[in-house]
T-cell receptor, first 113, second 115 residues
Framework: NAGVMQNPRHLVRRRGQEARLRCSPMKGHSHVYWYRQLPEEGLKFMVYLQKENIIDESGMPKERFSAEFPKEGPSILRIQQVVRGDSAAYFC???????????FGPGTRLTVL | AQSVTQLGSHVSVSEGALVLLRCNYSSSVPPYLFWYVQYPNQGLQLLLKYTSAATLVKGINGFEAEFKKSETSFHLTKPSAHMSDAAEYFCAVGESGGGADGLTFGKGTHLIIQP
């Protein structure tokens, strides 16, 4: 059973561009979580999704950030008009039922020039 | 609201020595507590978790942690450090068994093993 997959592993964008981060949960997992890790910081929760639904987005910035988890395909974290402060590692985690441990992917490291 | 404090951003121990990584939490509800390990350029791997059963929790790679409610602590220990233990360690708190909400993480402790 493959683990949580994230791509790309590294993403470089210029200020003002859009960043799209993808997360494929483990097989059989329908719960996805996104976290952001700034340098020298712990992970900060951003959003919790189930298939086609956003359950908790209390950690998402109000502007420029959005997330989806469609019926088919990976979960997408989208950042519009990126700024330098968006540079961070973005981790995705998945869980089978929402009541079990979260399994983390390897992360996407976003660099905004 | 929940929060986690990890004392010491860097901890250095000699190979074979005791490892002690400190974690204190605050939570308005009975907490679920976790320790994760992160190796360079990798995702987080669960070491162990406390979910209101036994207060002494054993995890992988010889690590264990003890939940002390009176001290609001969940310190991670290993009797004898190995070079392969060098990594970043994160303590986290949640309001459920691990998946029903987002976890709140500490800032991490970088464990350095001296030969």
């Amino acid at each position: 059973n493959a683990g949580v997959m994230q791509n790309p592993r590294h993403l470089v964008r210029r200020r003002g561009q859009e960043a799209r981060l993808r997360c494929s949960p483990m097989k059989g997992h329908s719960h996805v979580y996104w976290y952001r890790q700034l340098p020298e910081e712990g992970l900060k929760f951003m959003v919790y999704l189930q298939k086609e639904n956003i359950i908790d987005e209390s950690g998402m910035p109000k502007e420029r950030f959005s997330a989806e988890f469609p019926k088919e395909g990976p979960s997408i974290l989208r950042i519009q008009q990126v700024v330098r402060g968006d540079s961070a590692a973005y981790f995705c985690a998945s869980s089978p039922t929402g009541l079990d441990e979260q399994f983390f992917g390897p992360g996407t490291r976003l660099t905004v020039l | 609201a929940q929060s986690v404090t990890q004392l010491g951003s860097h901890v250095s121990v000699s190979e074979g020595a005791l490892v002690l990584l400190r974690c204190n939490y605050s939570s308005s509800v009975p907490p679920y507590l976790f320790w994760y390990v992160q190796y360079p350029n990798q995702g987080l791997q669960l070491l162990l978790k406390y979910t209101s059963a036994a207060t002494l929790v054993k995890g992988i790679n010889g690590f264990e942690a003890e939940f002390k409610k009176s001290e609001t602590s969940f310190h991670l220990t290993k009797p004898s450090a190995h070079m392969s233990d060098a990594a970043e360690y994160f303590c986290a708190v949640g309001e459920s068994g691990g998946g029903a909400d987002g976890l709140t993480f500490g800032k991490g402790t970088h464990l350095i093993i001296q030969p």
